[in-house]
């Protein structure tokens, strides 16, 4: 027999570590399942037996009240979407410029905008004097470009993306476009960009997953509805429905029967299933250039 390599697994070691790595998807998974199946229970049966993944009595009444409310919900999904979509943008053209600009060799002050790319996870001047400036001296109180400047640049992310370029983008090709007559913009988008695709996709899948979560500037910065995302909206419901909860007695209403015609639990539920659905839908369309932007380096020639 062949002798097996070094980096081959046995039979048993390959049914080992895929019942492990099932294991391990199963975890990952199970919480959302139990989310979605609470969803769909009645307010009644969390009360009397607490959560559960199948459910003892299944309703569609948590999804009955959000579509009763759904304006909005509606308005909601929408200013989510908008600064999903332009701040990934924004900040993917700023990112992969910045990035592209310190990974050439040739950039006499690369060393110096690193660092600077480097400052702020260095030193930070605290949360009051960020919410000062960014109230007082741009304007971002109630204002979309409170909900996508901040998160427009990232210094890790530019990191990232600096050594994407360094070990995947030649020398050879940006000097060869150069004899050809090219021009700096004409090569980085002509070139660098369609060949760093992986690194590129990678991080727009981060950049938007982090706008898409992305809870704590609304809260700084928001107080209008018409402004309100998806994510401060579901902050708001909570504490409005335990506000009631809490409440009940001083507001001259039996608890037990509010919590029979409210479904307040589920109600919570099925706003976060709906608020996680789509950007779990993003995945599927951005796994191939996930893994290749993942391994890209794991291997050096």
Not at 3 to 19: H, V
Not at 105 to 117: I, L, N, Q, S, V
Not at 261 to 283: E, G, R, S
Request: hydrophobic share 50%; with cysteine.
């Amino acid at each position: 027999m062949a002798r097996r390599k070094a980096c081959e697994l046995s039979r048993r070691g390959n049914l080992i570590l895929g019942i492990v790595m099932l294991i391990v998807a199963f975890v990952c998974v199970y919480p959302i399942i139990l989310l979605f199946m609470i969803s769909f229970s009645s307010e009644s049966s969390i009360l009397q037996y607490g959560y559960r993944l199948i459910p003892a009595q299944f309703s569609l009444e948590a999804y009955r009240y959000i579509f009763k409310v759904g304006s909005q919900i509606a308005h909601s999904y929408m200013i989510t979407i908008i600064v999903t979509v332009v701040g990934t943008i924004f900040s993917m053209l700023l990112s992969t410029i910045y990035a592209y600009a310190i990974s050439r060799e040739d950039f006499k002050y690369r060393k110096f905008f690193t660092f600077y790319a480097l400052l702020p996870y260095i030193f930070t001047a605290g949360w009051v004097p960020f919410y000062i400036v960014s109230v007082h001296l741009y304007g971002f109180k109630n204002s979309m470009m409170g909900l996508i400047m901040p998160l427009a640049m990232n210094g890790f992310y530019i990191l990232i993306l600096r050594s994407y370029f360094k070990t995947q983008i030649h020398p050879a090709l940006i000097e060869a476009a150069r004899i050809d007559g090219a021009g700096e913009f004409r090569i980085f988008y002509q070139i660098v960009v369609p060949l760093a695709k992986p690194g590129i996709a990678t991080i727009s899948l981060l950049t938007a997953v982090g706008y898409w979560n992305d809870f704590w500037d609304p809260l700084l910065f928001i107080n209008k509805a018409s402004l309100t995302p998806i994510q401060l909206l579901l902050q708001n419901t909570q504490n409005n429905l335990q506000f009631i909860i809490n409440n009940a007695s001083s507001l001259g209403m039996n608890s037990a029967e509010m919590l029979r015609n409210m479904p307040t639990q589920t109600a919570i539920f099925a706003i976060v299933i709906l608020a996680t659905i789509p950007i779990l839908c993003a995945y599927p369309f951005f796994q191939k250039y996930v893994v290749a932007g993942m391994t890209v380096g794991g291997v050096k020639d």
